[in-house]
């Protein structure tokens, strides 16, 4: 391995693998920053076009679909560029420098419904480019045998920002007599501390190989590999189970008669359990295996429609639907990329993550979809079960599937 | 450069940041405060007067009224503001934020804007209406969240009979008829809500990516299509025709064209307005149409056009949104 530029080897000391990387630290600050940035946007941004500029919910619809699929096609060329020229950092820095200048381009775009979708398509594309490095950052800073409680770490401080963006902003509107710009102005700072701790603190290390190169061919080949292919399509199987949130906060709003108001609560509480929880479900990944952590999160999940098709109701079946939902998050998100980190290559980890990526979101959108017709169907409760025969199904093909990507330590080794 | 040095820059640059993003908000929060209006006792009742949101800078928000006859004449302004008002027979209701927080309410007033009631809102308004008798008051909000299409608006219709204290929460349970034939969907929203009597109203539907006007009526919880295409109806003084949006090309994307629509014969007419017109008209008369066109993110004024297609659009309020002729 070529190690000259390195300052001072992150990983390799078995000793102190328990140990979080400083890497793996600043990353999380730069993640944590960063969403109480984005969610101070997206918090009120239905709000600022309706009241503040008086548009209707078609412009917001349809910068919703071209989000989609801009930032699938953008993960997986900023995954393949990273690993090209082998610079992780810097594609990033620069998806966290797009958003951040993007909320400069809401306070520019004024009224122009053209110039906020502009803006709001570059914000996502900046998110789309940056996942897939940070994350092969994460895998390259840490030694294998802690990646699961490295993700879970990054995670928590993620959903950490994500937590308290929205309260920055309720408190930038109170302070500032709802002043929308003002929340603009105090998320473009924020996002540019962020862009700052990842310059400042972030390293990056070239991972060359000798007589390995990085081209499409190479990246194709990927998919030559049973475990990798093995992985990517048991993780879109899982990912045609979940429904998405908006249909199981529906599902559940329905049944429990929450008033509209409380809404957005079940995905505050969904968020609080994620935060809890991605620490200690990720160490015991690094323990009791990451393959069983991430199906033992998919059955959450199908423990979630279970609970939805049965009659249970009240606050003990809410709190339930809950707490397994954000255990559903916190033992799969992070743990995914502990999973599949190990099985790439490192020249070639941020195309691979990205791939993964990128295949999941693709199967968590046609699910939604999928669940949307059979709801129309056949009605709230046929739709519910029918989403635990298919994540049934699918969690016994995908668990086949999983449990042979399993590396032995000599593999891993190799 | 040493860990120490980045530190201290990191931090140095950050509160420097912090500051700036600080400073802006106090400025924000005294922009604000601009010079009070010298409010009126406004007259809301019957009459020769039209009843507007204001939107100049001296009386940004504020519920206004000027003379039938002189629209950019001198207006008569209230010290109550308003995201949305409209006015009959006396009674008044004004959407408005409620508290510094990113909440709303509905408050019902009389005919001399006086607050008779309030109640929370849950979404953000957007239509509001008043039945011909003054009895029952009729809005729309937009929810976030409620969708099940993930961060997508929806829309939520609500009525309130101030006579009776009904109340509707929602259309979404009403049974559906389409073209004729029950029908059942998840997907339905409902908006712009303009009446016909206490009891009996029209509205935009939306299901499966179609727009329909819609024939409701709350007594026996039932609504019906009418025509497709068609939002944001508004019902003319005489009951006879309807003006509405008319999404152009059928995808609201392109825009909407201002339109009316004889409920006799079922003809559409185009008005001679070309622009875009995002607003739930209102009736000057039974041959004139007014609404409000944007001219910036906190500017609009108020136009009228003849409502059988002829003539031009013309200039009726300067600075103003949400308008309601109060002799109708």
Redesign the interface.
Known sequence: MYLASVERPATLDRTKATKIAANVLALGTVSLVTDVSSEMV?A?L??YL?????????????V?GLYTGATALLRLAGGYIADKVQRRKLVAGLGYGISAVAKAGLLLA??SPAGIGAAIVADRAGKGLRTAPRDAMITLSMPEEGLGRAFGVHRAMDSAGAFAGPLVA?G????????F??VF??SG??A??GV??LV??VRDRPVRVPGKVVNLRQAAKLLERGKVRLLLFGAILLGLSAI????V??LLQRREDI???W??LL?VGTSLVYLIMAVPLGALADRAGRTRVFLGGYAALLAVYLILATSWSGWGALVTVLLLYGVFYAATDGVLMAVAGPLLPPELRTTGLALIQTGQAVAYLVS?VLF?LA??WW??AGATRAAVAAATLTLAGSAVMFLRTRQTPAQAAA | MSLRARILLAGGLSLALIAAAVAYVVVAGHRGSAPAVASAAVDASPGERLLFRSTTASSYGRVATVPRGNGSGPRTVAALDCDRVYAAASAAVCLRPDGPLATYQLAVLDGHLGIKDTYPLVGVPNRARVSPSGHVLAWTVFVTGDSYNGGRFSTRVGMLNTATGETVDTLETYAVTVSGRAYRSVDLNFWGVTFVDDTHFYATMSTSGRRYLISGDVTAQTVRTVAENVECPSLSPSGKKIAFKEAIGGDPGKGWRLTVLDLATMIRTHLAETRSVDDQAAWFDDATVMYAIRRSAKAADVWSVPADGSGAPSLLIPDAESPAALWN
């Open positions: 997206s009120i239905p709000l309706v009241v503040g500029l008086g548009l209707g919910p078609a412009v917001y619809g349809l919703d004024g009224g309720i930038v509107l109170a302070a500032s007599g709802q002043a710009d003002a102005v105090v700072c924020v540019a501390i700052l701790v400042l603190f998405g949130d908006g249909f906060y529906l008033a509209i108001g809404f957005p995905a939604s949307g709801w129309q009605g709230a």
